[in-house]
């Protein structure tokens, strides 16, 4: 039986899954974790009865290891593999439907990594390395960008000469297969007509954003030239005075490759709080956590440091909801995603609360399934 495999790589992650070629239905799942790290591991669940569990204490040193290993497990279904779907983050402002990869496209697009530098160059490595190991099937991207595709030009562009604008220099938009997917299932569950619906879909995560889908299309987002624009996220600093990165290259001697790693690597929530997990920060500023304990005693100081960065978050999400609940006129439904958004019903009534003042909607929760939505992408092209 015909099936495809969907390969969603993140950093020091590769998330899999494996459905049916003929419906979609979902026949197994797994991550390895820690790549290029001591004490790597693999979680694959549809393989029997129980969940397989395999360490790897030397630890798997690169992403091409990584999928053989996956592939050692998938052995059994190997030739029946006809469609591998790859998420790829940024695909600017050419690459906006699925696209058939070989090594002459991954080098193309290529010149994105520097817009992602936390994504694209994991996406692509693993891309080319599926390419050499399952050279009998098609392999095929589909780009988290391509959702903002129709977003008009007086949201999209910043205004700057239109010089920068023809060399690509606009917002783009992430977390697109994220966004679709949410909007999708969520007018279902909620009983609406996404065609005539307006809906706020909030990722959030370790990266967060908030997109407006209006009669079911994106019409504007949170994210923009690359993903560090918009909210405060778990490393990254979110929305910045442009003056900043020039005071820091003038003023303080910092090079751009210091910069860019404080931007995306040691900002956010991380540099407030001084964690970046959000179940620490709740509890250290008060609030339960679902499924989470910890015998941690925090000082007055963390508790400080957690209240504010939990504050900085939050006023964030509710100002962009506020923000894209005006460019629709409205809102109809209100979906959260993401490990934050499904997993911090905290998280979920703070935020909830602060927005009461606006028109009547629905909230819901949807369960991420980037990979659903390229398989769902990848079966138009075959």
Do not use: W
């Not at 996956?70 to 695909?91: E, F, N």
């Not at 391509?146 to 562009?157: F, K, L, N, T």
């Not at 910043?158 to 917002?171: C, D, E, M, Q, T």
Request: hydrophobic share 40%; charged share 20%; aromatic share 8%.
């Amino acid at each position: 039986m015909k099936k495809i495999l969907v390969i969603n790589s993140g950093s020091a992650t590769l998330k899999f899954k494996v459905f049916s070629a003929s419906n979609l239905s979902e026949e197994l799942s797994g991550i390895v974790e820690r790549i290029g790290l001591k004490n790597s591991f693999m979680s694959v669940d549809g393989l029997g009865k129980d969940r397989l569990l395999k360490k790897y204490p030397p630890g798997i040193l690169d992403y091409e290891q990584a999928l053989a290993e996956v592939l050692l497990q998938l052995k059994t279904i190997l030739p029946d593999i006809k469609l591998v779907g790859h998420r790829v983050v940024h695909g600017g402002g050419t690459y906006n439907q699925p696209l058939k990869l070989n090594q002459g496209i991954i080098n193309k697009l290529a010149k994105y990594n520097k817009l992602a530098p936390l994504h694209n160059p994991i996406n692509l490595a693993c891309a080319e390395s599926a390419l050499k190991l399952l050279p009998q099937a098609k392999h095929v991207a589909v780009f988290d960008t391509a959702y903002y595709a129709d977003i008009p030009e007086y949201i999209h562009r910043y205004a700057l000469p239109s010089k920068f604008y023809k060399l690509g220099i606009r917002r783009y938009g992430f977390h697109g297969l994220s966004h679709q997917y949410s909007a999708i299932e969520g007018a279902k569950k909620a009983k609406l007509k996404i065609s005539k619906a307006k809906i706020i879909t909030c990722h959030l995560g370790s990266g967060c954003s908030i997109t407006a889908t209006k009669n079911g299309l994106a019409i504007d987002t949170t994210m923009g030239f690359t993903p560090l624009e918009g909210l405060t996220m778990s490393t990254r600093a979110g929305d910045l005075d442009a003056s900043i990165p020039l005071y820091m290259i003038n003023e303080l001697k910092m090079s751009t490759s210091e910069i860019t790693k404080v931007f995306n690597q040691e900002s956010g929530l991380l540099a407030i709080a001084g964690t970046m997990d959000m179940r620490e920060i709740l509890l250290a500023s008060g609030h339960k956590v679902l499924d989470y304990s910890s015998n941690k005693i925090f000082t007055d100081n963390q508790k400080a440091k957690a209240q504010l960065a939990l504050d900085m978050f939050v006023y964030d999400v509710v100002r962009y909801i506020g923000q894209l609940a005006i460019s629709m006129d409205g809102v109809d439904l209100i979906v959260f995603t993401g490990g934050i958004g499904e997993r911090s019903p905290a998280v979920r009534k703070i935020v909830l609360d602060k927005i009461r003042h606006l028109s009547k909607f629905k909230n819901i929760v949807i369960e991420a399934n980037e990979e659903l939505m390229i398989a769902r992408e990848i079966v138009k092209t075959s």
